[in-house]
C-alpha cells in the first residue's frame, strides 16, 4: 500500500516556473516507478512525466518535454516535478501515481495502482 500526498501547486505567471512534490508513505515507494498526470478542466486526465524506481530513466510528454522534468528521492520517499517557462495550457489539476512494477513509464493510467489527491497549477496569461 502506498499513499500520495501532493504539494507545491498554486498560481503563478506566464513564464513561470513551480516545483510539485509527491510525498509517499508505505514501504514500496522505493520499489515502485512513479508518474505525474494532469486533468485541465473540461479534459481527461493525460500523461505527464514518469520515473523509474531508481531514478535511472525518465520519460516526459512531448507536450512537456525540454520545460518539465521529473526526480524522485527515495530517502525521502519523494518524487518532484520541475516545471518551467509555464504556459497557460499547463493549467490543470496535477497528480501523481505509483505503478505495481519498478520499470513501468507507462502512459496508461490504468498501469498506476495508487493516485495521490492533485494539486492545482495555475498558469496566468
Known amino acids: 500500500q502506498v499513499q500520495l500526498v501532493e504539494s507545491g501547486g498554486g498560481l503563478v505567471q506566464a513564464g513561470g516556473s513551480l516545483r510539485l512534490s509527491c510525498a509517499a508513505s508505505?514501504?514500496?515507494?522505493?520499489?515502485?516507478?512513479m508518474g505525474w498526470f494532469r486533468r485541465a478542466p473540461g479534459k481527461e486526465r493525460v500523461f505527464v512525466a514518469a520515473i523509474s524506481w531508481n531514478g535511472g530513466n525518465t520519460f516526459h510528454a512531448d507536450s512537456v518535454k525540454g520545460r518539465f522534468t521529473i526526480s524522485r528521492d527515495n530517502t525521502k520517499n519523494t518524487v518532484y516535478l520541475r516545471m518551467s517557462s509555464l504556459q497557460s495550457e499547463d493549467t490543470a489539476v496535477y497528480y501523481c501515481a505509483a505503478a505495481s512494477s519498478p520499470f513501468t513509464l507507462s502512459t496508461d493510467p490504468s498501469m498506476y495502482a495508487y493516485w495521490g489527491q492533485g494539486t492545482q497549477v495555475t498558469v496566468s496569461s
Open positions: 508505505g514501504r514500496t515507494f522505493s520499489s515502485s516507478a
